[in-house]
């Protein structure tokens, strides 16, 4: 299959490092070759599977109302544009393209995260997120942290769940969960050595989505790659 990818920065020049290594044709555009999602005409996109973005929040929404207005086929890694999910489920519907997106494409996050639904079922705890990333991440808290704290509160409805970020170095990814009572603590954490994770996981999630129309979170799919 051809995947384009969008975004060259390192996750995105790691995803499509990875879609070569498995076999796909790639084409890659960094943010400023595609500006106001201006190369992704019907023509540019003619023979592209699927598209992969990681680029940053506003352009990803502009990227994704572009490649579902043709009825293509996008998996979104950037993070950060939530309050547009809606609109872009909506036109995926309408205009027959797919749509796979989520706050981390990790298969180790995700496995972490039904890890937390298990702990947010202890009674008398009182429970925290705390993540770490690179000084050159755009949103805070991360959409992972954010993501971990709807878990929890998807269990336990009403209770105070403060998420901690900080912005360190080159840091990759680091999430740890805390539950706390007056007895002892228990911590789950993930701590990503590299982006590769990511990226496979982006990838992977493209070979899924591959002549499929809909939309999804990569949690409700993950456990089919």
Known sequence: MLILVLGKGKTGSLAA?????RGHGVRALDIDENTHASALTAPNLAGVDVVVDFTAPQAAVENMRAVLAVGGRIVVGTTGWYDKVNEMRALAAQRGGGLLYGTNFSIGVQKLFRLTAELARLDGYKFSVEETHHTTKLDAPSGTAITLKEIILSVQPGIDVPIQSHRVGDAKGEHV???VSDCDTLQLRHDAHSRRGF????VRGAEWLAGKSGAWEFREIFAEL
């Open 17 to 21: 490092e990875v879609a070569h290594e």
């Open 177 to 179: 969960v805390h539950a």
């Open 199 to 202: 990226a496979l996981g982006a």
